[in-house]
């Protein structure tokens, strides 16, 4: 799997998935390195790549780099008329539809969605779940409208939890397994649309060097 940003966190929840699900073992890149070093790929094994507009380059040159080693190439993309769409075996739309702000957020939640849909079809087909555990998986995943919905209940308490945030220079996001990468995504959101400093750690690291910052003033966010 190999993706940038947003995508390539992703891409974690993807290895995390896909591995502790389906029993698949993945190796995961962050496209602009997956040039520069030893990739071992084989006949055996397929290529994944996520992006939200299917035009970023650095994932765009690392699919080319894949094919020319004869791989198959799945893409997990927003606009299926992209370059890195056309340039798929296999191509996963996301149906976001149209991402109006720089900083991506529906397109993460349905590369999420469509990632846990191709899981559990693999899971499934290769018997690491039984048919009632997909069943279950599914229900879950049709759930999930219905949560986003009880969230935007929680406008006013988010108002006031923001209004502790709006002084702070720097904040601490920690997560364990799955929700390490939604850690450094949540990190990666407030840098980007708040223009605040924020680190995202798993959380059995805060006590190697990141502790060291902590104090009053900090906002740590646990997930």
């Known amino acids: 799997i190999s ?33 520069y070093k030893k990739t071992f790929f084989d006949k055996n094994t397929i290529s994944l790549f996520i992006s939200q507009s299917g035009e970023t380059a650095d994932t ?25 769409a056309r340039e798929s075996d296999l191509v996963l739309p996301i149906f976001a539809g149209q ?23 693999l899971a499934t ?3 690491s779940i039984t048919k009632n555990q997909q069943r279950l998986f599914i229900e879950e995943l049709l759930h999930i409208p219905s949560q986003v ?20 220079t720097s904040s601490l996001f920690i997560g364990r397994g799955s929700t390490y990468p939604l850690a450094l995504e949540g990190a990666l959101k407030l840098k980007e649309i708040s223009y605040i400093h924020a680190e995202g750690i798993a959380s059995g690291e805060l006590k190697h060097g990141a502790i060291a ?4 003033k900090l906002p740590v966010i646990v997930i």
């Open 125 to 127: 087909k290769n018997r």
């Open 213 to 216: 910052l902590v104090d009053k």
């Open 3 to 35: 993706a940038c940003g947003t995508a390539y966190f992703a891409g974690m929840v993807a290895k995390y998935w896909f591995e502790n699900i389906a029993n698949i073992k993945v190796d995961l890149d962050i496209a602009s390195e997956f040039r």
């Open 149 to 168: 919905l009880q969230v935007l209940k929680l406008e006013n308490d988010i108002i006031e939890i923001s209004k502790q945030f709006n002084k702070v």
């Open 99 to 121: 991402e109006v702000g720089v900083a991506s957020t529906k397109a993460f939640t349905c590369q999420l969605a469509t990632i846990a849909s191709l899981v559990i079809h």
């Open 60 to 84: 765009l040159a690392a699919l080319l780099h894949a094919k020319k080693h004869n791989q198959k190439i799945i893409s997990i993309v927003n606009t299926i008329e992209s370059s890195i």
